[in-house]
C-alpha cells in the first residue's frame, strides 16, 4: 500500500515537473515569436534622475527575424536644422546580426555595424501588448572591445544622453 502511494505522489510530482517545464518552454517560445516583425521607435526614455526626459523625435526602425535582426537609427534631435542633417557626423548609427532571447533577456550580436567596433548588447524585453515592445539597455552587459563606452552617473554617454528605454511600435 505504502509502495502504491509512493509511485502515484512519484509520478504526480513528475508530470508537474514536466508540465511546468512545457509550460515555461511555451510561454519563451511565444514571446520569441511575438516579438519577431518590423517595429518603428514611439518614444525613448534617455538620462537619469533628474536628467530623464522622454524623446519622441528620434528615427529608430528594427526588423527581428527568427534568427537576425537589423536596425537603422537617427538620434540627431527633431529641431536640428539642415545643415545639422546633411553632416555626417549627426546621431546615425545601423547594424545587423544574431540575437538571443530567453524570454526576459534579449542580446543582440553585431555582424555588420557602423560602430568602429563589432560587439553584443543586451536588453530587457517586454511586450505591453502584441503592438508594443520594450527594450531596456543593460550597459553593464555591453561588449565592444577595444572600447570604454559607460554611462556616467548623470546618464551621459560619450556621444550624448544614454537611452534607457526605447518603446516601438508594430509597423505590420
Not at 509511485?7 to 513528475?14: H, R, T
Not at 509550460?23 to 518590423?38: C, D, P, T, V, Y
Not at 530567453?102 to 536588453?123: A, E, I, N, Q, Y
Not at 570604454?148 to 550624448?160: A, L, R, S, V
Amino acid at each position: 500500500m505504502k509502495k502504491k502511494a509512493l509511485v502515484i505522489i512519484l509520478s504526480a510530482v513528475f508530470v508537474a515537473v514536466i508540465g511546468g517545464v512545457l509550460l515555461l518552454f511555451l510561454q519563451n517560445n511565444s514571446i520569441h515569436k511575438r516579438i519577431q516583425g518590423a517595429w518603428t521607435l514611439q518614444s525613448m526614455d534617455v538620462g537619469m534622475g533628474e536628467n530623464r526626459r522622454t524623446r519622441d523625435d528620434a528615427e529608430f526602425m528594427m526588423y527581428i527575424m527568427e534568427k537576425n535582426y537589423s536596425c537603422i537609427r537617427d538620434f540627431t534631435p527633431g529641431s536640428a536644422d539642415g545643415k545639422m542633417l546633411a553632416r555626417a557626423d549627426r546621431d546615425f548609427a545601423a547594424d545587423a546580426g544574431t540575437y538571443e532571447f530567453d524570454g526576459k533577456d534579449l542580446v543582440v550580436h553585431h555582424k555588420l555595424s557602423s560602430f568602429p567596433v563589432l560587439g553584443s548588447m543586451t536588453f530587457t524585453c517586454t511586450m505591453e501588448d502584441d503592438s508594443t515592445l520594450i527594450l531596456e539597455p543593460q550597459y553593464d552587459k555591453m561588449v565592444l572591445p577595444g572600447l570604454d563606452i559607460k554611462p556616467t552617473e548623470d546618464g551621459q554617454m560619450g556621444y550624448g544622453d544614454m537611452a534607457v528605454k526605447y518603446v516601438f511600435t508594430r509597423m505590420e
